[in-house]
C-alpha cells in the first residue's frame, strides 16, 4: 500500500534527524573536553551529513545521515598555566564548539523531526478516512 | 457489474490514487528537507476542464509573423501544462524544501483526500438507497 510507503519515507526522516540530534548532544556534551596530555588537541566539533539514497523497495528517495565530518576550524585557546592539559606556554585548547550554534542547529533538526511526525499524522488520518469507507 | 464501473467510483479512485501518490511524493519532501542539493517535487494537478493536448485539439498558441525568411522564429508556444516546482528560496546547500510550504500542502491534501473519501461513502449511500432495505 502506498500510504505505508509514504509513512516509510517520513521515518527515515525521523531516523537521520534523531542521528543529528545524537551528534549535537555529543557537541554539547563535550564542549568542556580537554586534551588528555599537556598541549594536546582537545575534542574536535562534529558535524552531521545528510544525503538522499534511493530505496528501491520504496520507489522513492529516502534520506539517511551520511559520514560524520569534523569541523577544521581553530581550537579555542585560554590562558591557564595552572590547568594539566596546559602546554609550556601555559596555554590550554578547548574544542570549537560554539553552544549558540549547536542549539541553534538543535532547534532545527526539532523542527524537521516534527515535520516528519506531521506528515506520518496525516497519512494515518488519510488511512483512517479510508477504512471508514467500509463502515459506511 | 462491479462497482468499480459505475463512473462515479472510477473516478472518485482515480482521484484517491492521485492523492495517496502526492503524498508520498510530500513524505520525500520532508524526509529531505536537510539533504543538501535537494530539490522538492510536486505532482501537477489534473484538470479535467483543458482539453487533451495533442494535434487538432484546438487552435494552438499564436505564432509570430515572419516577414522576411532572415528572421528568426519567434517561439510564442506557452507550455500546455503548469509545472508545479516553484521554488520559493534556494538556501545555501542547494536545498530548496520549505518546511511550511510543505506542511500546507500535506494539510491540503489530507483534506481534499477526505472530500473524496466522503463522496465515495455517500455514492455507496446512494447505491444501498436504490437497492432498498430488505428483509
Known amino acids: ?136 | 457489474m462491479a462497482i468499480s464501473d459505475i463512473p462515479i467510483f472510477a473516478m472518485l479512485r482515480t482521484r484517491m490514487q492521485w492523492h495517496q501518490e502526492r503524498q508520498r511524493i510530500l513524505a520525500e519532501n520532508v524526509a529531505n528537507a536537510d539533504t543538501p542539493g535537494y530539490r522538492p517535487n510536486d505532482l501537477v494537478e489534473p484538470k479535467f476542464n483543458l482539453p487533451p493536448p495533442g494535434p487538432g485539439s484546438g487552435p494552438g498558441p499564436l505564432q509570430l509573423a515572419r516577414t522576411d525568411p532572415a528572421h528568426i522564429a519567434g517561439s510564442t508556444a506557452a507550455p500546455q501544462f503548469p509545472s508545479n516546482s516553484r521554488l520559493y528560496q534556494v538556501r545555501p546547500a542547494g536545498n530548496a524544501v520549505s518546511l511550511e510550504d510543505e506542511m500546507l500542502k500535506v494539510a491540503a491534501n489530507q483534506m481534499d483526500y477526505q472530500a473524496a473519501t466522503s463522496l465515495y461513502s455517500r455514492s455507496l449511500g446512494l447505491i444501498k438507497t436504490a437497492i432498498g432495505r430488505m428483509g
Open chain 1, 1 to 136: 500500500m502506498d500510504f505505508l510507503k509514504s509513512i516509510a519515507i517520513a521515518a527515515s526522516g525521523l531516523r537521520a534527524q534523531a542521528g543529528r540530534m545524537r551528534v549535537i548532544s555529543e557537541n554539547i556534551a563535550n564542549s568542556d573536553s580537554v586534551a588528555q596530555t599537556p598541549g594536546g588537541d582537545p575534542y574536535r566539533r562534529r558535524i552531521p551529513t545528510f544525503r538522499s539514497e534511493l530505496d528501491r523497495s520504496l520507489e522513492a528517495r529516502v534520506v539517511a545521515l551520511g559520514q560524520v565530518r569534523t569541523d577544521p576550524g581553530d581550537f579555542q585557546i585560554k590562558y591557564q598555566p595552572g590547568h594539566p592539559a596546559a602546554d609550556a606556554a601555559g596555554n590550554v585548547k578547548y574544542p570549537n564548539v560554539n553552544p549558540l550554534v549547536e542549539m541553534t542547529d538543535m532547534r532545527d533538526a526539532q523542527r524537521s523531526y516534527e515535520a516528519s511526525i506531521n506528515v506520518i499524522g496525516a497519512t494515518r488520518r488519510m488511512i483512517t478516512r479510508t477504512l471508514d469507507i467500509l463502515r459506511g
